[in-house]
């Protein structure tokens, strides 16, 4: 066995249906007075019984949550808490809401509390990310890491079938990440390896039937690990491509993850052997790159970047991007390597096949 260090997450979880009602005793834990509520509009709506016992206790409501947090909004959001003498934040939503709560977080250093409503994992970790000038900065910070989680099934019923399926397999892609990377270690792996398992038994189920209580239940069972792998590792080629693809190429955040990730894994099959096999065992796969690509398919989701709206023309720049800033991954990056990954996944193909 390899030598690791483990860090455990200061995060306390609460996890189950109905868990958000748990928000005024969580507040109090906090002993906050005043509390900026930052959520996704479409996942405002069940919270409302919530926030009408919270009472005066809520300072104010900022439902303008926007993509890669714009440096602007997060200053007008801090601006708004600090005006309204907040002393903690409420964030409900996907990862854009937790992603502005952590950017009023960062600066303002008022605790949070989050109760996330899609897979994307953000609330498990102490990174951050801002957009000024179209250039997205990323950063780990202990102030953004919430005080408080609490992961509630019955918030995500309205997640539709499409986001959920694609916010399943960011969450998987986190997991098999941290399979690999540098700074793993065997309780992460733990997680991660059960967190593809949850996830993969729970969203076919899901996508057929997305009020099934217990398929929600368990994919979000499978977030809350994925989240902590993410937070706890070193994310690698695929999170690297991702980055550089969504940065460059706007293109949608989980959908994207969902069309590299075969390939990335592919890319990495021969460096990372034990990882593939956890990865393959838990989706119950031959094979883990080919078994990511059947379940993506399983779920209809895009299987190409070229149908997310990417050019081809821009392969070129972001293989580049990719390998001229690496992250660190256990096979080394070529550019031909990563040039070939780029074009399997721009055109739909399966891992593996040359195109
Ligand atoms: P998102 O928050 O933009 O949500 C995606 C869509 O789902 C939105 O249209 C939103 O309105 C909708 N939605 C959310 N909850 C809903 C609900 N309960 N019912 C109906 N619709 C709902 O996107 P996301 O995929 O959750 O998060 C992606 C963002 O999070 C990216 O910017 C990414 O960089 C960031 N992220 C950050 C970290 C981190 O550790 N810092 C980790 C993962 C993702």
């Known amino acids: 066995m390899q030598p690791f260090i483990y860090c455990a997450s200061a995060s306390r979880v609460i996890f189950g249906s109905g868990s958000v009602g748990r928000a005024p005793d969580e507040i109090d834990r906090l002993a906050a007075k005043r509390v900026f509520v930052i959520g996704t509009p479409s996942a405002l709506g069940p919270v409302s019984p919530v926030l009408a016992q ?47 709560g952590k950017a009023v977080a960062l600066t303002s250093g008022l605790p949070l509390i989050v109760v996330p409503t899609t897979y994307a994992g953000s609330e498990m970790t102490s990174i ?13 910070d202990p102030r953004v890491l919430p005080r408080t989680v609490l992961y509630d099934p019955t918030l995500t019923m309205s997640l539709p079938s499409n986001l959920s399926a694609s916010s399943g397999m960011n969450a998987i892609a986190h997991c098999v990440e941290a399979l690999y990377a540098q700074d793993g270690n065997p309780v992460i792996s733990l997680m991660a390896e059960e967190g593809i398992r949850a996830l993969a038994q729970a969203l076919p189920g899901l ?8 398929a929600r239940t368990l994919a979000l069972y499978g977030a809350w690990l994925a989240g902590t792998s993410l937070g706890s590792t070193t994310m690698a080629l695929h999170h690297k491509a991702c980055h550089v693809l969504g940065g460059s190429f706007d293109l949608p955040h989980a959908e994207m993850h969902s069309v590299v990730l075969p390939h990335a894994a592919h890319y990495n099959r021969e460096a990372a052997p034990g990882a593939m096999n956890r990865v393959a065992r838990a989706l119950g796969s031959d094979e883990g790159p080919a078994g990511l690509f059947e379940l993506a398919q399983r779920l209809q989701l895009p299987r190409s970047l070229a149908s997310l709206g990417m050019p ?15 992250y660190p991954n256990p096979a080394p990056l070529s550019f031909d390597g990563v ?14 096949t040359v195109t």
Request: with cysteine; hydrophobic share 45%.
């Open 312 to 326: 081809e023309s821009g392969l070129l720049h972001a293989a580049q991007q990719i390998t001229a800033a690496p």
């Open 128 to 140: 951050y990310g801002i957009t000024d000038g179209g250039v997205k900065r990323t950063g780990r």
């Open 339 to 352: 040039l070939a990954l780029l074009q399997a996944a721009w055109s739909g193909v399966a891992p593996g």
């Open 207 to 214: 996508v057929a039937c997305p009020n099934d209580e217990n």
């Open 54 to 100: 919270l009472g005066a206790r809520v300072a104010g409501i900022f439902d303008r949550p926007e993509p890669h947090v714009p440096a602007g909004l997060a200053e007008e959001a801090r601006r708004t808490a600090q005006a309204l003498g907040a002393d903690a934040c409420l964030v409900i939503g996907g990862g854009s809401a937790i992603g502005l």
